[in-house]
């Protein structure tokens, strides 16, 4: 298997502009999660899915984030208008099944707004 | 709501030295533990996990970690650390409430050849 695989892996915007992070899970998996990683606040969890449906999307910073499922094999992450504090390392992870496994991780999108 | 506690957010060691990286949490009941390391540029991957058992978990590339219930504590050791072992380390705790673990803010180790 590939592993989690997101894309792009580097994306500079400039502030207000829309930025569309994606993500293919490990197929299989149930569960999908997005992180966001910064020097200030480190890993946190932003929103998870479970069998496409979002779970618990407490994590999203404000109303400028969105996420979506639109089936098993793909995830979005859209920042609208994206703002210079939203720069950071995002990454996507799955998971199969029961809380008992691990998650994979994907290899992140470092997202630079200026 | 659970926390988990890294206290060291940076540690610089030089090669062969021992290391322990601290890791507590907050929640009283059932728990599954769990170290993950990112090495540079890399994205994270499980190191070890603890669910019943054997206290003593051994893991990869030499880590083992140590769950003692009565300190809530699920500390990182390795006996001799390498330069390739520089990486962030994040604990991770799941309760037995919860689907998804809650991880720690993580620990930057940086070993000196």
């Known amino acids: 298997d590939a592993g989690v695989i997101q894309s792009p892996r580097h994306e500079v915007t400039e502030m207000g502009q829309e930025v569309t992070l994606r993500c293919k899970p490990i197929?299989?998996?149930?569960?999908l999660f997005w992180y966001r990683q910064t020097m200030m606040r480190g890993l946190e969890l932003l929103i998870y899915f479970n069998n496409n449906v979002p779970i618990d999307d407490s994590g999203m910073p404000e109303d400028r984030f969105s996420a979506k499922m639109p089936n098993a094999s793909f995830s979005t992450l859209k920042i609208q208008p994206s703002e210079p504090r939203d720069s950071a390392v995002y990454f996507c992870?799955?998971?199969?099944?029961?809380?008992?496994?691990?998650?994979?991780f994907g290899p992140g999108t470092r997202l630079t707004v200026l | 709501a659970q926390s988990v506690s890294q206290h060291n957010h940076h540690v610089i060691l030089s090669e062969a030295a021992s290391l322990e990286l601290g890791c507590n949490y907050s929640?009283?009941?059932?728990?599954?533990l769990f170290w993950y390391v990112q090495y540079p540029g890399q994205h994270l991957q499980l190191l070890l996990k603890?669910?019943?058992?054997?206290?003593l978990v051994k893991g990869i590339k030499g880590f083992e970690a140590e769950f003692i219930k009565s300190k809530f504590s699920f500390n990182l050791r390795k006996p001799s650390v390498q330069w390739s072992d520089t990486a962030e380390y994040f604990c991770?705790?799941?309760?037995?409430?919860?689907?998804?673990?809650?991880f720690g803010r993580g620990t930057s180790l940086i070993v000196h050849p």
């Open positions: 603890y669910f019943s058992g054997d206290p």
């Open positions: 197929s299989g998996h149930d569960y």
């Open positions: 929640y009283g009941g059932t728990v599954n």
């Open positions: 992870a799955s998971r199969r099944g029961s809380s008992y496994n691990e998650q994979f």
């Open positions: 991770a705790v799941k309760t037995g409430g919860s689907y998804i673990p809650t």
